[in-house]
Protein backbone atom coordinates (compact mmCIF):
# COMPACT_ATOMS: atom_id res chain seq x y z
CA UNK A 1 0.00 0.00 0.00
CA UNK A 2 2.90 2.66 0.93
CA UNK A 3 4.54 1.36 -2.64
CA UNK A 4 1.31 2.09 -4.18
CA UNK A 5 0.96 6.05 -2.56
CA UNK A 6 4.69 6.74 -3.70
CA UNK A 7 3.88 5.82 -7.44
CA UNK A 8 0.74 7.83 -7.60
CA UNK A 9 2.48 11.21 -6.24
CA UNK A 10 5.39 10.68 -8.49
CA UNK A 11 4.03 10.64 -11.31
CA UNK A 12 2.03 13.88 -11.13
CA UNK A 13 5.03 15.50 -9.77
CA UNK A 14 6.80 14.35 -12.41
CA UNK A 15 4.58 16.15 -15.32
CA UNK A 16 4.62 19.51 -13.40
CA UNK A 17 8.64 19.14 -12.54
CA UNK A 18 8.86 18.71 -16.31
CA UNK A 19 6.45 21.82 -17.31
CA UNK A 20 8.61 24.65 -17.00
CA UNK A 21 11.05 23.59 -19.70
CA UNK A 22 7.79 22.31 -21.94
CA UNK A 23 7.09 25.91 -21.61
CA UNK A 24 10.20 27.38 -22.63
CA UNK A 25 10.73 25.87 -25.40
CA UNK A 26 7.85 26.53 -26.52
CA UNK A 27 7.74 29.59 -26.07
CA UNK A 28 10.16 31.74 -27.85
CA UNK A 29 9.76 35.18 -26.19
CA UNK A 30 10.55 33.65 -22.69
CA UNK A 31 14.64 32.92 -24.32
CA UNK A 32 16.68 34.22 -21.55
CA UNK A 33 18.34 36.44 -24.15
CA UNK A 34 15.07 38.61 -24.22
CA UNK A 35 14.05 39.45 -20.78
CA UNK A 36 10.81 40.96 -21.62
CA UNK A 37 8.00 38.94 -21.79
CA UNK A 38 5.64 40.35 -24.40
CA UNK A 39 8.38 40.93 -26.62
CA UNK A 40 8.82 39.37 -29.61
CA UNK A 41 11.98 37.41 -31.43
CA UNK A 42 12.45 38.92 -34.91
CA UNK A 43 10.87 36.54 -37.80
CA UNK A 44 14.68 35.25 -39.87
CA UNK A 45 12.86 32.17 -41.39
CA UNK A 46 13.58 31.85 -45.01
CA UNK A 47 16.14 30.64 -47.88
CA UNK A 48 18.75 33.08 -47.94
CA UNK A 49 21.54 33.83 -50.96
CA UNK A 50 24.32 35.99 -50.69
CA UNK A 51 26.48 36.96 -53.34
CA UNK A 52 30.64 37.16 -54.04
CA UNK A 53 33.48 38.71 -53.27
CA UNK A 54 33.34 40.74 -50.61
CA UNK A 55 31.36 42.87 -47.81
CA UNK A 56 33.07 46.27 -48.49
CA UNK A 57 30.61 48.87 -48.70
CA UNK A 58 32.55 51.15 -50.65
CA UNK A 59 34.32 47.99 -53.26
CA UNK A 60 31.74 45.36 -53.11
CA UNK A 61 32.79 43.89 -55.60
CA UNK A 62 36.57 43.71 -54.55
CA UNK A 63 38.23 45.70 -57.58
CA UNK A 64 40.24 47.81 -55.33
CA UNK A 65 41.29 45.33 -53.00
CA UNK A 66 45.01 45.71 -51.98
CA UNK A 67 46.00 49.02 -53.78
CA UNK A 68 46.10 52.30 -52.61
CA UNK A 69 42.11 53.16 -53.25
CA UNK A 70 41.49 49.91 -50.49
CA UNK A 71 39.97 52.43 -47.48
CA UNK A 72 40.68 48.84 -45.44
CA UNK A 73 42.98 49.58 -41.93
CA UNK A 74 45.25 46.91 -42.51
CA UNK A 75 48.36 46.84 -40.34
CA UNK A 76 51.42 46.59 -42.47
CA UNK A 77 51.77 42.78 -41.65
CA UNK A 78 48.69 42.30 -42.81
CA UNK A 79 48.49 43.89 -46.48
CA UNK A 80 51.75 42.38 -47.18
CA UNK A 81 49.88 38.75 -46.43
CA UNK A 82 47.14 39.90 -48.91
CA UNK A 83 49.50 40.97 -51.52
CA UNK A 84 51.27 37.85 -51.42
CA UNK A 85 47.95 35.98 -51.89
CA UNK A 86 46.73 34.21 -54.80
CA UNK A 87 42.95 35.09 -54.53
CA UNK A 88 40.48 33.66 -57.14
CA UNK A 89 39.11 37.28 -57.53
CA UNK A 90 40.29 40.70 -57.17
CA UNK A 91 42.74 42.56 -58.97
CA UNK A 92 45.37 39.92 -58.08
CA UNK A 93 43.09 36.88 -59.32
CA UNK A 94 44.68 34.38 -60.56
CA UNK A 95 43.49 31.02 -61.96
CA UNK A 96 46.14 28.75 -59.89
CA UNK A 97 44.33 30.05 -57.15
CA UNK A 98 46.38 29.40 -53.28
CA UNK A 99 42.86 30.01 -51.36
CA UNK A 100 43.14 27.45 -48.81
CA UNK A 101 39.02 26.54 -49.31
CA UNK A 102 39.70 25.85 -52.97
CA UNK A 103 42.92 24.13 -52.26
CA UNK A 104 42.91 21.93 -49.26
CA UNK A 105 38.67 22.30 -49.13
CA UNK A 106 39.26 24.16 -45.58
CA UNK A 107 36.04 25.18 -43.83
CA UNK A 108 35.51 28.50 -45.47
CA UNK A 109 34.80 30.33 -41.69
CA UNK A 110 33.15 33.64 -40.93
CA UNK A 111 32.19 35.74 -42.36
CA UNK A 112 32.98 34.24 -45.61
CA UNK A 113 30.72 31.91 -46.25
CA UNK A 114 28.18 34.77 -46.22
CA UNK A 115 29.51 35.34 -49.75
CA UNK A 116 29.24 32.12 -51.68
CA UNK A 117 26.03 32.41 -54.07
CA UNK A 118 24.81 29.70 -52.13
CA UNK A 119 21.34 29.90 -49.31
CA UNK A 120 21.56 29.41 -46.00
CA UNK A 121 18.79 29.32 -43.02
CA UNK A 122 18.05 29.87 -39.66
CA UNK A 123 16.58 27.87 -37.13
CA UNK A 124 15.54 29.75 -34.16
CA UNK A 125 15.21 28.30 -31.04
CA UNK A 126 15.09 30.27 -27.28
CA UNK A 127 18.53 28.64 -26.08
CA UNK A 128 20.23 28.09 -29.73
CA UNK A 129 19.92 29.74 -33.03
CA UNK A 130 21.32 27.68 -35.66
CA UNK A 131 21.90 28.22 -39.28
CA UNK A 132 22.25 25.74 -41.71
CA UNK A 133 24.06 26.25 -44.82
CA UNK A 134 23.93 24.69 -48.30
CA UNK A 135 27.57 25.81 -48.77
CA UNK A 136 29.50 23.04 -46.98
CA UNK A 137 27.03 21.32 -46.71
CA UNK A 138 27.15 23.05 -42.85
CA UNK A 139 25.63 24.28 -40.06
CA UNK A 140 26.52 26.38 -36.90
CA UNK A 141 25.20 26.96 -33.11
CA UNK A 142 24.71 30.11 -31.63
CA UNK A 143 24.27 29.86 -27.75
CA UNK A 144 21.65 32.69 -26.57
CA UNK A 145 22.07 32.30 -22.97
CA UNK A 146 25.70 31.98 -21.90
CA UNK A 147 28.42 33.95 -22.33
CA UNK A 148 31.78 32.91 -24.48
CA UNK A 149 34.22 30.81 -22.48
CA UNK A 150 37.14 32.54 -20.76
CA UNK A 151 39.50 30.72 -22.91
CA UNK A 152 38.35 29.40 -25.95
CA UNK A 153 39.96 26.79 -28.11
CA UNK A 154 40.95 28.38 -31.52
CA UNK A 155 39.39 26.76 -33.86
CA UNK A 156 37.84 27.41 -37.69
CA UNK A 157 34.15 28.72 -36.89
CA UNK A 158 35.28 30.39 -33.33
CA UNK A 159 32.41 29.91 -30.73
CA UNK A 160 29.32 32.16 -31.17
CA UNK A 161 26.91 33.38 -28.32
CA UNK A 162 23.49 36.12 -29.36
CA UNK A 163 21.25 38.43 -28.27
CA UNK A 164 18.76 39.95 -30.17
CA UNK A 165 17.92 43.37 -30.10
CA UNK A 166 14.60 44.29 -31.13
CA UNK A 167 14.13 43.47 -34.80
CA UNK A 168 18.31 42.05 -34.70
CA UNK A 169 20.17 39.06 -34.31
CA UNK A 170 23.38 40.25 -32.88
CA UNK A 171 25.72 37.01 -33.33
CA UNK A 172 29.16 37.33 -31.01
CA UNK A 173 32.07 35.22 -32.24
CA UNK A 174 35.91 34.72 -30.91
CA UNK A 175 37.90 31.96 -30.23
CA UNK A 176 38.87 31.79 -34.53
CA UNK A 177 42.18 30.71 -35.86
CA UNK A 178 44.28 32.72 -38.58
CA UNK A 179 43.60 29.91 -41.07
CA UNK A 180 40.74 31.67 -43.01
CA UNK A 181 40.20 34.15 -45.41
CA UNK A 182 37.57 37.22 -44.92
CA UNK A 183 36.42 37.04 -47.78
CA UNK A 184 37.12 36.10 -51.37
CA UNK A 185 39.51 38.44 -52.26
CA UNK A 186 42.00 37.55 -49.46
CA UNK A 187 41.88 39.44 -46.65
CA UNK A 188 43.27 38.23 -43.69
CA UNK A 189 42.57 37.73 -40.42
CA UNK A 190 44.33 37.32 -36.76
CA UNK A 191 43.47 34.67 -34.38
CA UNK A 192 42.26 37.33 -31.91
CA UNK A 193 39.34 38.42 -34.32
CA UNK A 194 36.12 39.24 -32.57
CA UNK A 195 33.51 39.52 -35.29
CA UNK A 196 30.27 41.18 -34.45
CA UNK A 197 27.53 39.58 -37.11
CA UNK A 198 23.96 42.06 -37.00
CA UNK A 199 21.47 40.09 -39.09
CA UNK A 200 18.06 41.93 -39.68
CA UNK A 201 14.90 41.58 -42.13
CA UNK A 202 14.56 44.63 -43.99
CA UNK A 203 11.93 43.39 -45.60
CA UNK A 204 10.04 40.01 -46.26
CA UNK A 205 12.27 39.09 -49.15
CA UNK A 206 15.55 40.54 -48.12
CA UNK A 207 18.18 40.27 -45.06
CA UNK A 208 21.22 42.47 -44.08
CA UNK A 209 23.90 41.48 -42.31
CA UNK A 210 26.29 44.11 -41.19
CA UNK A 211 29.34 43.31 -40.06
CA UNK A 212 31.59 44.95 -37.70
CA UNK A 213 35.54 43.52 -37.73
CA UNK A 214 37.42 44.09 -34.80
CA UNK A 215 41.01 42.59 -35.14
CA UNK A 216 43.73 45.16 -33.22
CA UNK A 217 46.66 42.43 -34.58
CA UNK A 218 45.82 42.44 -38.19
CA UNK A 219 43.77 46.01 -38.59
CA UNK A 220 44.33 49.59 -37.28
CA UNK A 221 40.79 49.85 -36.23
CA UNK A 222 37.71 48.02 -36.36
CA UNK A 223 36.09 48.12 -39.34
CA UNK A 224 32.70 47.26 -41.20
CA UNK A 225 31.10 45.67 -44.03
CA UNK A 226 27.90 44.69 -45.51
CA UNK A 227 25.78 41.94 -47.41
CA UNK A 228 22.17 41.93 -48.64
CA UNK A 229 20.72 38.65 -48.95
CA UNK A 230 17.32 37.89 -50.99
CA UNK A 231 15.04 34.99 -50.75
CA UNK A 232 14.69 31.60 -53.16
CA UNK A 233 12.33 29.41 -52.86
CA UNK A 234 14.75 26.40 -54.43
CA UNK A 235 15.45 23.50 -52.49
CA UNK A 236 19.09 22.71 -51.26
CA UNK A 237 21.42 21.51 -53.32
CA UNK A 238 24.32 19.61 -52.06
CA UNK A 239 27.82 21.78 -52.40
CA UNK A 240 30.00 19.39 -50.62
CA UNK A 241 33.73 20.23 -50.74
CA UNK A 242 35.79 16.68 -52.03
CA UNK A 243 39.38 16.70 -51.83
CA UNK A 244 39.13 13.88 -54.57
CA UNK A 245 36.61 15.87 -56.73
CA UNK A 246 39.15 18.65 -56.74
CA UNK A 247 41.59 16.66 -57.79
CA UNK A 248 40.00 15.43 -60.27
CA UNK A 249 38.99 18.91 -61.88
CA UNK A 250 42.56 19.89 -61.81
CA UNK A 251 43.72 16.90 -63.99
CA UNK A 252 40.69 17.18 -66.57
CA UNK A 253 40.52 20.66 -66.55
CA UNK A 254 42.79 22.89 -64.38
CA UNK A 255 46.08 21.57 -65.58
CA UNK A 256 45.50 21.65 -69.30
CA UNK A 257 44.25 25.80 -68.27
CA UNK A 258 47.80 26.28 -66.84
CA UNK A 259 49.81 24.83 -69.91
CA UNK A 260 51.82 27.09 -71.75
CA UNK A 261 50.38 28.01 -75.27
CA UNK A 262 51.49 25.41 -77.61
CA UNK A 263 53.98 26.35 -79.98
CA UNK A 264 52.54 27.08 -83.83
CA UNK B 1 32.58 18.64 -98.73
CA UNK B 2 30.18 21.02 -96.49
CA UNK B 3 31.90 21.61 -93.52
CA UNK B 4 29.51 21.25 -90.24
CA UNK B 5 31.32 23.82 -88.36
CA UNK B 6 30.66 27.57 -88.18
CA UNK B 7 32.75 29.60 -85.60
CA UNK B 8 31.73 33.00 -84.74
CA UNK B 9 34.03 34.80 -82.73
CA UNK B 10 32.96 38.23 -80.74
CA UNK B 11 34.89 40.74 -79.52
CA UNK B 12 33.42 42.22 -76.35
CA UNK B 13 35.33 45.40 -75.12
CA UNK B 14 35.03 45.59 -71.43
CA UNK B 15 33.31 42.33 -70.49
CA UNK B 16 32.33 42.44 -66.79
CA UNK B 17 31.62 38.90 -66.81
CA UNK B 18 34.54 38.46 -64.24
CA UNK B 19 32.09 40.34 -61.76
CA UNK B 20 28.90 38.59 -62.22
CA UNK B 21 27.11 37.45 -59.34
CA UNK B 22 27.92 33.66 -59.72
CA UNK B 23 32.07 33.50 -59.57
CA UNK B 24 33.44 30.32 -61.23
CA UNK B 25 34.81 28.70 -58.13
CA UNK B 26 38.73 29.42 -59.40
CA UNK B 27 38.05 32.45 -60.75
CA UNK B 28 38.14 33.34 -64.63
CA UNK B 29 41.83 34.14 -64.83
CA UNK B 30 42.21 31.36 -67.16
CA UNK B 31 39.76 32.18 -69.95
CA UNK B 32 39.78 34.93 -72.36
CA UNK B 33 36.76 36.75 -71.01
CA UNK B 34 37.04 39.39 -73.48
CA UNK B 35 35.71 37.18 -76.34
CA UNK B 36 32.76 35.13 -76.74
CA UNK B 37 33.50 31.40 -78.71
CA UNK B 38 30.23 30.14 -80.37
CA UNK B 39 30.29 27.21 -81.88
CA UNK B 40 27.40 25.68 -83.76
CA UNK B 41 26.53 21.83 -84.50
CA UNK B 42 28.61 20.41 -81.40
CA UNK B 43 27.42 17.40 -80.45
CA UNK B 44 27.50 16.27 -76.62
CA UNK B 45 29.62 13.64 -75.44
CA UNK B 46 29.42 13.88 -71.55
CA UNK B 47 28.08 15.66 -68.72
CA UNK B 48 29.53 15.70 -65.40
CA UNK B 49 27.23 17.01 -62.94
CA UNK B 50 29.63 17.57 -59.67
CA UNK B 51 31.70 19.90 -57.42
CA UNK B 52 33.72 21.99 -57.78
CA UNK B 53 32.34 22.53 -61.32
CA UNK B 54 30.30 20.75 -63.71
CA UNK B 55 32.29 19.04 -66.72
CA UNK B 56 30.79 19.68 -70.24
CA UNK B 57 32.60 17.42 -73.01
CA UNK B 58 31.51 17.92 -76.69
CA UNK B 59 33.07 17.27 -79.82
CA UNK B 60 33.30 19.85 -82.95
CA UNK B 61 35.18 19.16 -86.03
CA UNK B 62 37.43 21.78 -87.14
CA UNK B 63 37.82 23.20 -90.91
CA UNK B 64 39.46 19.94 -91.86
CA UNK B 65 36.56 18.04 -90.74
CA UNK B 66 39.22 16.76 -87.91
CA UNK B 67 37.01 16.23 -84.78
CA UNK B 68 37.87 18.60 -81.56
CA UNK B 69 37.49 17.19 -77.96
CA UNK B 70 36.64 20.36 -75.58
CA UNK B 71 36.30 20.49 -71.98
CA UNK B 72 33.94 23.38 -70.61
CA UNK B 73 33.08 24.07 -67.02
CA UNK B 74 30.34 25.19 -65.73
CA UNK B 75 29.01 26.00 -62.14
CA UNK B 76 28.61 23.61 -59.43
CA UNK B 77 24.70 21.79 -59.41
CA UNK B 78 23.84 24.31 -56.52
CA UNK B 79 24.09 27.21 -59.29
CA UNK B 80 22.79 25.82 -62.05
CA UNK B 81 20.35 24.64 -60.08
CA UNK B 82 19.25 28.26 -59.61
CA UNK B 83 19.02 28.59 -62.88
CA UNK B 84 16.62 25.53 -64.09
CA UNK B 85 19.36 23.10 -65.40
CA UNK B 86 19.18 19.84 -63.38
CA UNK B 87 21.72 16.94 -64.81
CA UNK B 88 19.55 15.36 -67.27
CA UNK B 89 18.92 19.07 -69.10
CA UNK B 90 21.70 18.31 -71.23
CA UNK B 91 22.41 14.81 -72.66
CA UNK B 92 25.26 12.76 -74.51
CA UNK B 93 24.19 12.86 -78.54
CA UNK B 94 23.06 16.05 -77.90
CA UNK B 95 23.32 18.35 -81.05
CA UNK B 96 23.49 21.92 -80.02
CA UNK B 97 25.06 25.55 -80.19
CA UNK B 98 27.48 26.23 -77.62
CA UNK B 99 28.46 29.89 -76.29
CA UNK B 100 31.91 30.03 -74.48
CA UNK B 101 34.81 31.71 -73.66
CA UNK B 102 38.17 29.57 -74.24
CA UNK B 103 41.33 28.85 -72.14
CA UNK B 104 43.80 31.38 -72.92
CA UNK B 105 46.35 29.44 -73.84
CA UNK B 106 44.68 28.03 -76.75
CA UNK B 107 44.34 24.59 -75.27
CA UNK B 108 40.78 22.78 -75.69
CA UNK B 109 38.98 24.44 -72.66
CA UNK B 110 36.52 27.06 -71.57
CA UNK B 111 34.30 28.06 -69.76
CA UNK B 112 31.01 27.96 -70.73
CA UNK B 113 27.76 30.89 -70.89
CA UNK B 114 25.01 29.11 -72.68
CA UNK B 115 23.83 26.26 -74.69
CA UNK B 116 20.70 26.85 -77.47
CA UNK B 117 19.24 23.59 -78.89
CA UNK B 118 17.87 23.13 -82.31
CA UNK B 119 14.73 24.09 -81.04
CA UNK B 120 15.60 27.26 -79.61
CA UNK B 121 15.56 26.43 -76.08
CA UNK B 122 18.13 27.70 -73.92
CA UNK B 123 20.20 26.90 -70.89
CA UNK B 124 22.15 29.62 -69.48
CA UNK B 125 24.66 28.87 -67.02
CA UNK B 126 25.99 32.40 -66.76
CA UNK B 127 24.27 36.04 -67.34
CA UNK B 128 24.58 37.47 -71.39
CA UNK B 129 27.24 39.58 -71.96
CA UNK B 130 25.71 43.77 -71.82
Known sequence: MGTKWILSAVVPLALLASLPGIYAQTNLSRGTSDPSPNATVPDLSGRWVGSPPSFSITDPGGKKTGTAADDTPYQPATLAKLRAEKPEAGPNATFDSDDPRIKYCDPIGLPRIFLVPNQFKFIQTPDFVYIIFEYGTTGLQIAMNRQHPADPDPTWWGDSIGRYEGDTLVVDTIGFNDKTWLDHVGRPHSDELHLIERFRRIDQNHLQLDVTFDDPKAYTKTWTGRKIFSTTDREFVEHSCSMSENEHFKHRMLDGILAPPKSK | ?130
Open chain 2, 1 to 130: MKSKLLISIFSIAGLLLVCGPALAHHGNAGYDMQKMTVINHVTISAVEWTNPHCEIDFDAADEKGNVQHWIVEAPPPSELSSKNWTRKSLNPGAEVTVYFHASKNGALYGIIQKVIFANGDILRAYPDPK
